[in-house]
C-alpha cells in the first residue's frame, strides 16, 4: 500500500499544517464548508443504517466513508486542523503565528458549521416533506439525539461537563489518527484503509465530534427536540470543540511530532 515510515508522513503533516496557513480565505471558507456538509451526509447516513437494520454498530462501520471522501478531495475539518497547523508553529516555520492559527480556526469553524447547518435544513425538509408532515423515523431519532446529548449531560452537572469533555478528548484523539491516516500511504485503498480504522472506532464509541454536532443539533432543534441553543453551547459544542482540540494535539499532533520528528538523542545500553 506504499507505507510511508513515521519519519516521512510526520514531516507531511508539518508541511500540510503550513500550507493551510497560507491559504486564501474564499478557499479555506469553502473546504471547510464542504468537509462540513459532506461529514453531516455520513453522520445522517449512518442514522439511517442503524434506524433500518437496528444495529448501531453496523451504522459505525458505514460512517468512515464520508470522512474518507472529504479527505481524498482535500477538504479540511476543524479537528483536522486542531492538529496540524500547531505542529508548523512547533517547528518554527516561519511566518507562523498562534494569531496566524487563531484566524484559521476560526474560519474553519465558521466553514464547517454552515455547512453542516446547511445540510441539517435541507435533510430537515426531506425528513419531513417540506415540513408538511411529522419528521420521519430517522429525523425522530435525530431529534432525540439532540435531548440526550445536551439535556442528559446537563443533568449530571459538573459530572456531565467532564464526560462530555472526555468524550471530545478521546474522539479527535481517534479522528485526528484518521487524519494522519491519510498521510501514511501514497495509494488510494491504503488512506481509505488508515482512515477507516479509528473513524469508526469513534463513532460506534459514542464520542463526541463538534462538526458532526455542528449537524445533529441543528437538526435536532428544526425537528422538534426539546432543547435551546444554551443548551447545545454550554452542553455540547463549547466543550466538545475544547475536549477535540486538547485531544488532537496533545495525543496525536504532540506524540508523533516529538517522536519522530525531534527524536531523543541515541544512546547506547549495556
Known amino acids: 500500500m506504499s507505507y510511508l515510515v513515521p519519519s516521512e508522513f510526520v514531516a507531511k503533516m508539518v508541511d500540510a499544517g503550513e500550507s493551510k496557513l497560507y491559504m486564501a480565505t474564499r478557499d479555506v471558507l469553502i473546504r471547510a ?30 460512517f468512515p466513508v ?36 487563531l484566524k484559521h480556526w476560526g474560519l474553519v469553524f465558521v466553514g464547517n458549521f454552515l455547512g453542516a447547518l446547511t445540510v441539517a435544513v435541507l435533510m430537515s425538509i426531506v425528513f419531513t416533506y417540506g415540513f408538511s408532515v411529522p419528521p420521519n423515523k430517522v429525523g425522530e431519532v435525530i431529534s432525540h439525539i439532540g435531548e440526550n446529548r445536551t ?4 443533568e449530571y452537572g459538573a459530572g456531565g461537563m467532564l464526560t462530555i469533555f472526555i468524550r471530545g478528548v478521546l474522539c479527535n484523539w481517534m479522528v485526528s489518527l484518521g487524519v494522519v491516516g491519510a498521510m501514511i ?55 466538545v470543540v475544547l475536549g477535540n482540540l486538547i485531544g488532537g494535539i496533545s495525543l496525536t499532533g504532540l506524540t508523533l511530532y516529538t517522536t519522530h520528528m525531534k527524536t531523543a538523542p541515541k544512546r547506547r545500553f549495556n
Request: net charge neutral.
Open 33 to 62: 464548508f464542504m468537509a462540513g456538509a459532506i461529514l453531516a451526509i455520513a453522520a445522517v447516513f449512518a442514522v439511517t443504517v442503524t434506524v433500518q437494520t437496528g444495529s448501531p454498530i453496523l451504522g459505525a462501520a458505514l
Open 185 to 239: 500511504s501514497t495509494s488510494v485503498s491504503g488512506k481509505v484503509i488508515a482512515m477507516w480504522m479509528p473513524v469508526m472506532l469513534f463513532f460506534a464509541m459514542g464520542f463526541e465530534h463538534s462538526i458532526v454536532n455542528m449537524f445533529l443539533f441543528p437538526s435536532a432543534m428544526i425537528l422538534g427536540g426539546n432543547f435551546s441553543i444554551m443548551d447545545y453551547m454550554i452542553w455540547n459544542e463549547i466543550p
Open 66 to 101: 464520508g470522512f474518507c471522501i472529504l479527505y481524498l478531495m482535500g477538504f479540511d475539518l476543524l479537528t483536522g486542523v486542531f492538529v496540524l497547523t500547531p505542529l508548523a508553529l512547533f517547528d518554527k516555520r516561519p511566518g507562523v503565528t498562534v494569531n496566524g492559527i
Open 151 to 154: 439535556l442528559g449531560y446537563k
